[in-house]
């Protein structure tokens, strides 16, 4: 039985990975911050098959004890100060966690168990102000938000310790992946949650910020199958994850609220407090790599995942409201 360690467990990937890993007969453990409250929620039907154990990414004294411990076969370094709204208000929160915790964890993997196989979450943000459509791995970054930069930090460092001390660790630059157990504050759930509300009339609109922005969107169930994948291989390697499609924040509406058969333009406003201070306009990726090296393509669609998280959020509504 193999082991995985997986940071950030509690999140949407690393709920999905733990899922994931569990099936193929992984021992599946998940690094938790120390905390009065047990904020379990999107791996509550998993609790009873895996363990968690103590560690936080800002200590590099408790993730060392925690590989030694352990001695995992593969390491999954989910956990990040993922949303980029935040990362302007809380610039050095999100370097400690989301740049030097990939540091920690890369030192801890060093020196207490030099033979696993490291997963580093990279983010299509790095690309930020893009050099080219779409983007590949060789397409250089220009990242547009403290995260972005963070991001590009975990990025280069992961290759640092591949290249400099010979350990097999792997970044995937994943584009935008959502589902049900995406967090709220994220632009996709905000709709579908709203969406939801406003049929079931507990809201009457959705405020957001630019309409026009456009993304990459895929499914986290089919993206964390790609995470996988790269730590399968022979040779360590990055790769880009994505659809290679692209859809705008104004048609992720019109076919949310159509879904519920509703008018988007009737309840969505806009409202420049969302706005972001450096925008980006405009990501899409090609996978081409992932597909030829690792056998990986997107299997659900943007249409079908919307619907998937309206339908969700409306069954959730209607269960809270009983």
């Known amino acids: 039985m193999r082991t995985a360690l997986i940071t950030g467990i509690t999140g949407q990937d690393g709920s999905y990975l733990a899922e994931f890993l569990l099936e193929k007969g992984y021992r599946v453990v998940g690094v938790v911050r120390r905390s009065s409250t047990t904020p379990y929620e999107r791996i509550a039907h998993l609790v009873d098959r895996m363990e968690l154990v103590s560690a936080d990414l800002l200590d ?32 050095v929160l999100t370097g400690e966690f989301t740049a030097l915790g990939v540091t920690r964890m890369l030192e801890a993997m060093k020196r207490a168990a030099p033979k696993a196989r490291f997963y580093q979450a990279s983010s299509s943000e790095m690309f930020g ?14 990242p547009r938000s403290p995260y972005g930069v963070a991001k590009v930090y975990g990025h280069w460092i992961t290759v640092n310790y591949r290249e400099s001390f010979g350990l097999y660790a792997v970044s995937g630059i994943l584009f935008n992946h959502e589902s049900p157990r995406r967090g709220l504050e994220f632009v996709t ?3 579908t949650d709203a969406v939801a509300r406003i049929k079931l009339g507990l809201a009457t609109e959705v405020r957001l910020g630019n309409l026009e922005a456009r ?17 399968q291989q022979d040779e360590p390697d990055d790769y880009v994850i994505s659809t290679g499609e692209t859809y705008s924040v104004r048609q992720l509406c019109e076919l949310a609220f159509a879904h519920a058969g509703l008018d988007y333009r009737e309840y969505v406003r806009h409202d420049t407090r969302y706005d972001r201070p450096a925008e980006v306009d405009l990501l899409v990726g090609s996978a081409a790599k992932a597909k ?5 393509c997107a299997e659900v669609n943007f249409d079908a995942l919307v619907r998937m998280m309206v339908d969700a959020d409306l069954e959730r509504h209607r269960i809270i409201g009983r």
């Open 215 to 231: 993304r990459d969107w895929g499914f986290a169930g089919d993206y964390v199958r790609a995470m996988w994948l790269m730590l």
């Open 292 to 296: 030829a090296k690792l056998g990986w």
């Open 60 to 91: 590099q004294s408790s993730l060392t004890d925690v590989v030694h411990d352990l001695q995992p076969d593969e390491i999954y370094n989910l956990a990040a100060q993922s949303f980029v709204q935040t990362s302007w208000t809380q610039p």
């Open 129 to 142: 102000k893009v050099q080219e459509v779409p983007q590949r791995e060789e397409t250089p970054f220009y």
């Open 189 to 191: 759930r905000k709709v």
